[in-house]
């Protein structure tokens, strides 16, 4: 191992998803670069057992306390300090035995976590895009205040972090983020009326979670991305734009005041962006696959259809207005997705579940950070009290 590159302590919260497993990949194909010092999911205790064999983390946490017992008797053979609870997220992200955070808890719950860690000077790869759709500006104002770096994980937000690495004294006009367009791109309502769970989770290009499958397929995805790079970038709602790619082969575009557009282009494989936030500000090789020009398909960029797809459409009106309407719109979107996974309502009706929700809950101008928690508790009751039973 070089001395420009001490091996560094990763801890990841939301180890047992899709990226924290693909980050455990990218660790264990580095281990003279990295280490998995801490391990966290909320109820696959099973996975999260498995992996603390494999990896010797030196804490690992549970958030669900009934199954505290399960993975402390698992790992009672091993040094592993095990704990259980939401506290107890909080509290290990606070700790000094790691040096960069990456966030991968799906939805609002990782949020406290992460300002955790930046409390205590952590880096932090950011998978989580809730967290600053929810509270972007008390994240981000809690990133400078103590100059540490947010590095983003998302493959979209990665592209734009990688065209500006250089760049910090040039303006930039715009940024422009590419969509897939998901597994319903070209459908129109009459369509989707009668779409189900499962077709929903067959993503075209991506292999990811459920939450973030489907809300690649209506669009919400996008929007939520939309709102995380106005304050990852300290941009402008009208600087931030969406065009569908189909190919997923140019992650996202940024335009600068010159004319100038740099892409950033590659096979669609989240362990780069994750191995480039871990390793950042170096590059390491890997044996990834690469995309052949030799051999190219043709890549296309056309305008999202917002009229089918509305969920684009109010989240963009949520970037817009600012204040807890980007927080509200998160939580309404969470209880839908959790429900139409269910199969308690259906695909269209997600939308509507989200725009009757950010009607009813009252506009708060510049929250504090408990006030957006209250709106997030008061969207989610709401939503979930249109959810018939």
Not at 23 to 47: G, M, Q, R
Not at 223 to 242: N, R
Not at 268 to 274: A, E, G, H, Q
């Amino acid at each position: 191992m070089s001395n420009s590159f001490p091996q560094r302590r990763i801890a990841i919260f939301g180890s047992t998803g899709s990226v924290g497993s693909q980050a455990l990949e990218v660790i264990a194909s580095n281990p003279d670069k990295f280490t998995a010092e801490v391990l966290t999911a909320f109820s696959n205790e099973e996975l999260l057992i498995k992996q603390a064999l494999h990896f010797n983390p030196n804490i690992v946490v549970i958030g669900d306390e009934h199954k505290y017992k399960i993975v402390k008797e698992a790992l009672s053979n091993t040094d592993i300090k095990v704990f259980a609870g939401e506290k107890a997220l909080e509290d290990v992200a606070g700790m000094d035995c790691y040096d960069m955070m990456l966030a991968a808890i799906v939805g609002f719950a990782g949020l406290r976590p992460t300002l955790c860690a930046l409390e205590a000077g952590k880096a932090v790869a950011l998978a989580n895009k809730e967290t600053l759709v929810v509270a972007g500006d008390i994240v981000m104002q809690k990133a400078i205040e103590k100059r540490v770096p947010v590095i983003p994980v998302d493959s979209e937000h990665s592209a734009i972090f990688q065209c500006l690495v250089g760049e910090t004294r040039n303006k930039i006009e715009k940024v422009i983020l590419t969509a897939s367009g998901g597994p319903f791109l070209g459908k129109k309502p009459n369509y989707l009326v009668n779409v189900k769970r499962d077709h929903a989770l067959q993503h075209p290009n991506w292999q990811m979670g459920a939450k973030i499958t489907i809300d690649s397929a209506t669009l919400m995805n996008k929007g939520l991305e939309m709102i995380e790079a106005k304050w990852l970038f300290d941009l402008e709602p009208d600087q931030v734009q969406v065009l569908v790619h189909p190919q997923s082969i140019v992650h996202s575009l940024v335009q600068f005041e010159d004319g100038s557009i740099k892409a950033q282009m590659g096979l669609p494989d989240m362990k780069l962006p994750i191995q480039y936030a871990l390793a950042f500000p170096h590059r390491i090789p890997n044996q990834f696959p690469r995309y052949n020009f030799r051999n190219p398909a043709q890549l296309t960029f056309e305008e999202p259809d917002t009229k089918t797809f509305r969920n684009l459409q109010l989240a963009t009106d949520a970037l817009f207005r600012g204040g807890n309407q980007p927080c509200v719109l998160n939580a309404a979107n969470e209880i839908a997705v959790f429900a139409f996974l269910r199969n308690r309502i259906g695909f269209l009706d997600m939308t509507d579940l989200i725009e009757r929700t950010l009607q009813y809950v009252p506009v708060i101008e510049k929250p504090t950070l408990e006030e957006y928690f209250e709106s997030d508790g008061e969207a989610r009751n709401f939503a979930a009290s249109l959810i018939k039973l």
